[in-house]
């Protein structure tokens, strides 16, 4: 089975190709086009293709690839967990691959997915698959410009290549007083959740993924945690092949 998965993200969006769970190909762009589309399939032999945009309608025209099951990712779409959320119409695309995918990772354990996108998002699941929500916070950059736009006199922090070196439990001048407070703030956060599901005592998955998550990994590395933990910067898109199976498996059933 070989799947063309077309994930759409708020920036950048990435196109990937698995055989069966493996990635063989995989391009991350702020856009595709018809024929690029069209070319993966012919030299891969895609037989599915799956587009997830979390804009809502998807603006590639992937609907008329000759031959090609096309499915459109949203709430409605059949997926491998119970999905307890209260609102699932308002759940973000995202999230739920996001939890599908850890839990096809961890088939047999609790998970918990700390997504550091714009928004910082964390959702568990237990270890039946009942997925039951999670929480929603500012992301590293969101946090920086709040506190620049809501002030009159504290800086915009860049997150560049000094940034990423930052490594100060308090700042001694301004700059590094936000630094400081931004990223041991998120990082108390996440051990603050991580600790609270321990607490329940079940055997839990912890992933990261998204576009700040090797920069917490790193920070992470050295915590009591560490040994739970796995970086996996292809999770939604693992999870959205994961729908795609699904339903291939329903209907050969």
């Given at each position: 089975?070989?799947?063309?998965?077309?994930?759409?993200?708020?920036?950048?969006?990435?196109?990937?190709?698995?055989?069966?769970?493996?990635?063989?190909?995989?391009?991350?762009?702020?856009?595709?086009?018809?024929?690029?589309?069209?070319?993966?399939?012919?030299?891969?032999?895609?037989?599915?293709?799956?587009?997830?945009s979390v804009k809502g309608e998807s603006?590639?025209?992937?609907?008329?690839?000759?031959?090609?099951?096309?499915?459109?990712?949203?709430?409605?779409?059949?997926?491998?967990?119970?999905?307890?959320?209260?609102?699932?119409?308002?759940?973000?695309?995202?999230?739920?691959?996001?939890?599908?995918?850890?839990?096809?990772?961890?088939?047999?354990?609790?998970?918990?997915?700390?997504?550091?996108?714009?928004?910082?998002?964390?959702?568990?699941?237990?270890?039946?698959?009942?997925?039951?929500?999670?929480?929603?916070?500012?992301?590293?950059?969101?946090?920086?410009?709040?506190?620049?736009?809501?002030?009159?006199?504290?800086?915009?922090?860049?997150?560049?290549?000094?940034?990423?070196?930052?490594?100060?439990?308090?700042?001694?001048?301004?700059?590094?007083?936000?630094?400081?407070?931004?990223?041991?703030?998120?990082?108390?956060?996440?051990?603050?959740?991580?600790?609270?599901?321990?607490?329940?005592?079940?055997?839990?998955?912890?992933?990261?993924?998204?576009?700040?998550?090797?920069?917490?990994?790193?920070?992470?590395?050295?915590?009591?945690?560490?040994?739970?933990?796995?970086?996996?910067?292809?999770?939604?898109?693992?999870?959205?092949n994961t729908v795609v199976r699904y339903?291939?498996?329903?209907?050969?059933?």
């Open positions: 089975m070989v799947n063309l998965i077309i994930d759409i993200g708020n920036t950048f969006s990435k196109i990937l190709v698995f055989r069966k769970e493996d990635i063989i190909y995989i391009q991350k762009q702020e856009q595709f086009f018809q024929d690029e589309i069209e070319a993966l399939v012919k030299r891969y032999n895609v037989e599915r293709i799956l587009v997830s603006p590639l025209p992937v609907s008329f690839v000759s031959g090609i099951e096309v499915v459109y990712f949203d709430y409605k779409t059949p997926v491998p967990i119970k999905n307890k959320y209260g609102t699932p119409e308002t759940l973000g695309v995202d999230r739920l691959a996001g939890i599908i995918g850890a839990k096809n990772i961890f088939s047999q354990k609790a998970v918990l997915v700390f997504d550091f996108g714009s928004c910082l998002t964390v959702d568990f699941a237990d270890e039946e698959g009942n997925y039951f929500g999670g929480v929603i916070s500012p992301g590293l950059k969101m946090r920086f410009n709040a506190m620049h736009s809501f002030t009159d006199k504290l800086p915009l922090i860049e997150v560049g290549e000094s940034f990423y070196e930052f490594n100060k439990q308090i700042g001694e001048n301004t700059t590094e007083s936000l630094m400081a407070g931004v990223i041991n703030g998120m990082l108390f956060e996440i051990q603050g959740y991580i600790k609270k599901y321990n607490e329940k005592k079940i055997d839990l998955g912890i992933i990261l993924c998204g576009g700040d998550a090797s920069f917490f990994d790193s920070r992470l590395k050295n915590s009591i945690f560490a040994h739970q933990i796995l970086l996996e910067p292809n999770l939604v898109p693992i999870g959205l339903q291939h498996d329903k209907k050969d059933k």
